[in-house]
């Protein structure tokens, strides 16, 4: 079993950047793909990124290619949200996740274990 936790969220600008982390615990990290969610209030959540257990492999939704970039480091436990040219749209609640596969997915319905989240929200 794995325990994540996000931090990096906060109130950002439009046009702003941040990078949201999610620290997981045990020495298994390396052998789950991982994936980024988020969930604006009143609305269902949805995929914004995953990547394979090696990093090899990385996916995101239309809405934030260009923009955000999935990355990890498995020596240090971590996985990593990226996220350039903010939007207000962006606002919502985000989530880490992870896959007892190295497969990657942006369908969040295959993943095993989350994060509590982390606030990000972004000004006009």
């Known amino acids: 079993q794995v325990q994540l936790v996000e931090s990096g969220g906060g109130l950002v600008q439009a046009g702003g950047s941040l990078r949201l982390s999610c620290a997981a615990s045990?020495?298994?990290?390396?052998?789950?793909?991982m994936g980024w969610f988020r969930q604006a209030p009143g609305k269902e959540r949805e995929s914004v990124a995953a990547i394979s257990w090696s990093g090899g492999s990385t996916y995101y939704v239309d809405s934030v290619n260009g923009r955000f970039a999935i990355s990890r480091d498995n020596d240090k436990n971590t996985l990593y949200l990226q996220m350039n040219s903010l939007k207000p749209e962006d606002t919502a609640v985000y989530y880490c996740?992870?896959?007892?596969?190295?497969?990657?997915?942006?369908?969040?319905?295959?993943?095993?274990?989350w994060g509590q989240g982390t606030q990000v929200t972004v000004s006009s």
């Open positions: 045990g020495r298994t990290f390396s052998m789950y793909a």
């Open positions: 996740a992870a896959r007892r596969t190295h497969i990657a997915t942006l369908d969040p319905d295959r993943y095993d274990y």
